[in-house]
């Protein structure tokens, strides 16, 4: 089983994704907070091949950005997102993909209780989630946290998968307006 460290790079504006030179860019949470302001984030590609077998498989993955809209410090509920990781692979068919997926820690230095920061040092808690309740930490496995092993067959030229990711920012956090950024590598082992 080989590993690919795909980081994505993204940026607090909106706009269309954009490819990866290499793999090894870095994912990055854009948060904004004032009364009335939005978080945005962008999409990006990286791409990835190993060999399978006999035959070459090349897969890329592209992680669709969190808007968790507006943040208010006063609210009395945690502000819910939901974003899309994607894993499309071409290569013969027949040939079998099985992969694990893993989100790091991001500046927080755990996933259980990840932090996008400001400039000035503020910090934003949020976090990502497996499943709709947002019960079930999607992290690299340690400390509790789930992790995304899944496998499919390709047919024909290719196939993709599609996983919600669940965000959430959680409610009354004392944080200056400003701008709030995490990096977070995704790593994917196949």
């Not at 190993?50 to 993955?61: F, K, L, Q, T």
């Not at 400001?118 to 499943?131: K, R």
């Amino acid at each position: 089983m080989a590993r690919a460290d795909v980081r994505i790079p993204c940026e607090p504006r909106e706009g269309r994704a954009r490819a990866a030179e290499n793999r090894s860019d870095h994912l990055q949470r854009g948060r904004q907070v004032t009364r009335h302001a939005t978080a945005r984030g962008l999409a990006a590609l990286a791409l990835a091949t190993w060999a399978s077998g006999a035959a070459a498989v090349s897969c890329s993955v592209e992680s669709a950005g969190l808007s968790f809209g507006q943040y208010n410090p006063f609210r009395g509920a945690p502000n819910d997102s939901v974003g899309t990781l994607s894993l499309s692979c071409s290569g013969a068919a027949g040939a079998e993909v099985v992969y694990v997926v893993r989100i790091g820690a991001g500046s927080s230095g755990t996933p259980t209780a990840r932090t996008m920061r400001s400039p000035s040092g503020w910090s934003l808690g949020y976090n990502l989630y497996t499943d709709p309740a947002r019960s079930l930490v999607w992290g690299d496995g340690t400390g509790g946290t789930r992790v995304l092993a899944d496998a499919f067959t390709l047919r024909g030229m290719g196939l993709t998968r599609r996983y919600p990711v669940f965000g959430r920012t959680f409610e009354r956090q004392n944080v200056a307006p400003g701008v709030y950024t995490d990096s977070l590598v995704v790593s994917v082992e196949f």
